[in-house]
């Protein structure tokens, strides 16, 4: 049997942007994606806790350092310049190692700044 855990969670960060014209997807800063060990191209889940939105779409990079979080294509319906988002990512394990993973959560201060980090409940400051 296969078990769907949350994998990742990138929490409370802010829109910087939303572009109705594009493409798709949600553009995030590369430190952002390198720390909650979210690909380019993965999918996402992504909560806005502004508005009660809930949606779907994948992650692309945004430049190292930008602290952008961009909202694109019909996503950008859903969210704007300004909104909180939580962007979770989830992933099938079977039953014995479901049991021992645990999601790696990235916590962000209102200018996308990781403040720290967490790994299965364990806090761990960011420097």
């Not at 806005?48 to 694109?72: C, D, H, L, Q």
């Not at 962000?108 to 420097?127: P, Y």
Request: hydrophobic share 40%.
């Amino acid at each position: 049997m296969n078990i769907t855990l949350l994998k990742s969670k990138i929490h409370r960060v802010t829109v910087s942007h939303a572009e109705l014209d594009y493409e798709g997807s949600c553009a995030i800063d590369q430190d952002l994606l390198d720390e909650a060990n979210i690909l380019p191209f993965e999918q996402l889940h992504i909560y806005n806790v502004s508005n009660g939105e809930r949606f779907t779409t994948y992650a692309i990079a945004a430049p190292k350092g930008s602290k952008i979080i961009g909202v694109n294509g019909a996503a950008a319906h859903k969210a704007k310049a300004g909104d909180v988002l939580i962007i979770c990512t989830y992933a099938q394990y079977a039953w014995q190692e479901a049991k021992q993973s645990a999601p790696k959560l990235v916590y962000v201060d209102a200018e996308n700044i990781i403040s720290h980090t967490s790994v299965g409940g364990l806090k761990a400051l960011h420097t």
